[in-house]
């Protein structure tokens, strides 16, 4: 076996203990944060533009987590209501112990060596887990998202998010039923969005969080929807029809 074969395997069993210890480390805290971040009944009842929210974003190595595509790019973005806190911005890299694909370093901008130095994906998500407490998790096709999460808290934890949630597409979706099939690409520019940072994590979640700030607005003024209760209930009648 040659030299450059048994450095590989002695660095792919280093990176794999280190992820198996900041799992086992990690474990309790990442329980913890998903049991309080389960007490959200108080958030129901308030008016749209005083609910916390988080829009996440995430980049990865590929479409699908249970094949071995990992997440390299983790960004949360709060909200007060309607006003988008970009000054409290999570953004951090992921190191996905795996190789990264040549065409996702040209959509994202990251490099291999970017991500050598950063935080496995357990610590990341005990540090999103902290800032998520008590918000409504918001995205754009949010179920990609939280494909590669739960997988991992099912792993460290054999748990899952509990969060309440909001997918802006699916908003969009239930406002204009006669939509065809659309992107968010298309969004950014019926609604003039500035796009800066597309492709990358915060950029995502910035985009999601203005075109998020324009639907509940359309929500309120064409539907008088007020609370997030009053929200939900019309997400729910428009799913049925």
Known sequence: MTVPILKFLYNSILNRQRLDQDMVGMKAKIISHLAAGCE???LMKLPLWDVPFLVIDTETTGLHPMAGDEIIWFAAVPM??????????????????VELPLEIQELTGVRPEQLAGAP?????LEQFLTLAFNRVLVGYRLDFDFRFINLKLRRCCKTKLNHHVLD???LYRALHPEASDFTLDQLVRK???DAAGRHTAPGDALVTAK???ILLREAAQSRNLNTLAQLYYFLHWRAMF
């Open 120 to 124: 496995t994906i357990y610590t990341v």
């Open 80 to 97: 007060s209501g309607l006003t988008i806190e970009e000054n409290k911005m999570y953004d951090n890299l992921v190191n996905p112990q």
């Open 211 to 213: 075109l998020l700030v």
């Open 191 to 193: 609604y003039d969005i």
């Open 40 to 42: 959200q009944d108080n």
């Open 168 to 170: 802006v597409a699916v």
